[in-house]
C-alpha cells in the first residue's frame, strides 16, 4: 500500500501538528490552521489529499523544472540505486555518475568553468563557496582577504554560513553572522522599492555603487568577494536593471575581488539560458547551484569552480578539508544528467528564451492593468506583481494588513500556487508550461486579484 493511502486527510494533519516541524514555519499558527497535504503531481499540477488540481506556479520551491512525472528521471534513480546506490568519493576514489555530471557541466558553462564541487543543497554549496574563496585568497598570500559582500535581501541559504551571509533581516536576527567572520551587506538593484527619481538605468549604476561603497568603507584589502543571485528569488524577484551587472563586474575586475553568482534558482534554464550568469553577460569566478539541476527530483547541490580558483586550489592548496559524505551522491548525480539531457532533447532552454517566456511575459505584462498591481515583471519563467493601494501613487497597502497572504490564500484556493514576499507576488512555473496552462495561471491569477480587491475594499 501507499504511504498516501494509509490515513486519512485528517490523520495526517494531526500527526503533522504533533509531530512535524516545518522549515521556516510559525508552529503556533500552523498548528491551528493546519497544513495542506499534498498527495501527488503530474506536468505542472499538484494534487491534494481532498483531490484538488492546482497548477504549480512556484515549481515546487523554483526547483521542478522539467515538471512532476518524468519517467526518465525515476529511471535513471532506480537503475543507478540498483547499480550504486552509494559511494564515496574521499579517499582516492570516484564513480561514473559523478565524473559523467563533472563533465555535462562543464559543457553548459563559460569557458572558464571546468570543475564541479558536489554539496546536496543550495545552503551547503554556499557553505562550500564561502569556504572556497576564504582558502584561495589564503594561497594567495592575502589571509586578511576576508570579508564577503552579498546584498539586503538576499537570500543564500539557511545553513550558519548562509544565514550569515544573506541579507533577510528577520533571518539574521536569529543566529545570523556567526559563521562568516564578516559579511557585509550592500543595497539592492530594487527600482520598484526605490523611490524612482532615477531612471531604472541610472538606479541600476547607483545600486552597483552600493557595492563599490562597501568596498571603500571596508577596505578592498580585506574584501575576498562579491556574491548576488542575478535575480534575488526569495526577496521578492528583485530584476535588477539591464547597467547593473555588468557595473558589479567592472567593480569587482578593478579591485581584483572574486565575482560570485548564485545560481540556485536562476540556474537550468529559469531565465531562458543555462545560468543568469549568461543572461546577464556576466563572467563569475564561482557559480553555486542546487534546485533545477535534478528538477528536485533529488537533493544535490554544487558549486562551479573557474580555473582562477580551481588552479591555485589545486597547485598551491594541498589536501582540501571540506567535503560531505554526499558530496557526488551517484543517484542524484544520475537524476542531473537525465535531466540535463532532458532540457537539451527537449529545447527547453530555447523554449523559455523564444516561445513560453514571452508568451507568458505579455500577459503577465497585461496583468499590470489591474486596479490593485503597481508593477509587473518578468524574465524567463520568473516573475512578481507588485500589489498597490493606489495605483497612480504607487503606494503601498498598510504593510499590517498582509495584502499579499491574502491574495495567496485566493491563489491556493482557487487552484493556483504563487508566493507572496510580503505585498509583491512571485511566479515561477515549471519551464514546460504549455499556452493554454499560461493562459489558465493567468486567469487564475486575474481573478484572485479581483477577489482581493474586493476583500481589502470591506
Ligand atoms: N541560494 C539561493 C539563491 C536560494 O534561493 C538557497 C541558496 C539555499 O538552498 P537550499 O537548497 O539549501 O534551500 C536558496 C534556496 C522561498 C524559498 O520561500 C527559497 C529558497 C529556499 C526556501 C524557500 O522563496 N531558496
Known amino acids: ?32 490552521k493546519k497544513s495542506r497535504i499534498i498527495t501527488r503531481a503530474d506536468s505542472v499540477y499538484i494534487y491534494d489529499a481532498d483531490g484538488n488540481q492546482i497548477l504549480d506556479g512556484l515549481s515546487g520551491l523554483w526547483c521542478v523544472n522539467v515538471g512532476y512525472g518524468r519517467d526518465e528521471l525515476v529511471e535513471a534513480a532506480a537503475k543507478q540505486l540498483r547499480e550504486l546506490p552509494y559511494y564515496n568519493s574521499f579517499f582516492q576514489c570516484a564513480h561514473p555518475p559523478s565524473i559523467e555530471l563533472s563533465c555535462l557541466l562543464q559543457e553548459i558553462t563559460q569557458p572558464q568553468f571546468n570543475r564541479a564541487f558536489y554539496a546536496s543543497s543550495g545552503s551547503e554549496s554556499i557553505d562550500t563557496m564561502i569556504r572556497m574563496v576564504r582558502r584561495y585568497w589564503e594561497l594567495m598570500d592575502q589571509p586578511e582577504r576576508q570579508i564577503i559582500i552579498a546584498r539586503e535581501n538576499a537570500y543564500h541559504g539557511s545553513t550558519i554560513g548562509g544565514t550569515s551571509l544573506g541579507g533577510m533581516k528577520l533571518q539574521r536576527a536569529q543566529g545570523g553572522n556567526a559563521g562568516t567572520r564578516a559579511s557585509n551587506i550592500s543595497g539592492q538593484p530594487y527600482w520598484f522599492g526605490s523611490d524612482r527619481s532615477l531612471s531604472p538605468d541610472e538606479f541600476g549604476l547607483q545600486a552597483a555603487r552600493y557595492l563599490e561603497q562597501k568596498i571603500e568603507e571596508v577596505g578592498a584589502d580585506k574584501v575576498a568577494a562579491f556574491v548576488g543571485e542575478p535575480i534575488q528569488g526569495a526577496g521578492g524577484v528583485i530584476v535588477p536593471p539591464q547597467t547593473y551587472w555588468p557595473e558589479i563586474q ?42 533545477g539541476v535534478t528538477s528536485g527530483y533529488l537533493p544535490l547541490g554544487g558549486v562551479m569552480v573557474g580555473d582562477r580558483v580551481s588552479d591555485v586550489l589545486i597547485d598551491k592548496g594541498g589536501e582540501f578539508y571540506h567535503g560531505y559524505t554526499y558530496s557526488g551522491h551517484p543517484a542524484a548525480c544520475a537524476v542531473a544528467i537525465e535531466n540535463i539531457h532532458i532540457m537539451q532533447r527537449e529545447n527547453l532552454i530555447e523554449y523559455v528564451r523564444d ?27 520568473m516573475g512578481a506583481l507588485e500589489l498597490v493601494q493606489d495605483k497612480s501613487t504607487l503606494q503601498p497597502f498598510d504593510k499590517d494588513d498582509g495584502v499579499g497572504a491574502k491574495c495567496r490564500d ?37 481573478k484572485c486579484l479581483d477577489l482581493t480587491a474586493q476583500a481589502v475594499s470591506k
Open 1 to 32: 500500500m501507499a504511504i498516501v493511502e494509509s490515513r486519512s486527510r485528517s490523520e495526517w494533519q494531526d500527526l503533522d501538528r504533533d509531530h512535524y516541524l516545518h522549515p521556516f514555519t510559525d508552529y503556533k499558527e500552523l498548528g491551528k
Open 355 to 381: 516561445d513560453i517566456g514571452p508568451y507568458l511575459q505579455k500577459k503577465w505584462q497585461a496583468l499590470s492593468e489591474h486596479p490593485i498591481v503597481g508593477e509587473t515583471r518578468m524574465v524567463g519563467l
Open 410 to 446: 485566493f491563489l491556493i484556493n482557487n487552484g493556483l500556487v504563487m508566493r507572496a514576499v510580503g505585498d509583491t507576488i512571485v511566479v515561477a512555473p515549471p519551464l514546460i508550461l504549455t499556452h493554454a496552462q499560461a493562459d489558465q495561471l493567468i486567469e487564475k491569477a486575474w
Open 250 to 291: 567592472r567593480i569587482c575586475d578593478e579591485h581584483g575581488i572574486l565575482l560570485v553568482t548564485d545560481e540556485v534558482i536562476c540556474g537550468f534554464g529559469r531565465l531562458g539560458e543555462w545560468f543568469g550568469a549568461d543572461y546577464y553577460g556576466v563572467r563569475p569566478d564561482l557559480m553555486t547551484f542546487a534546485k
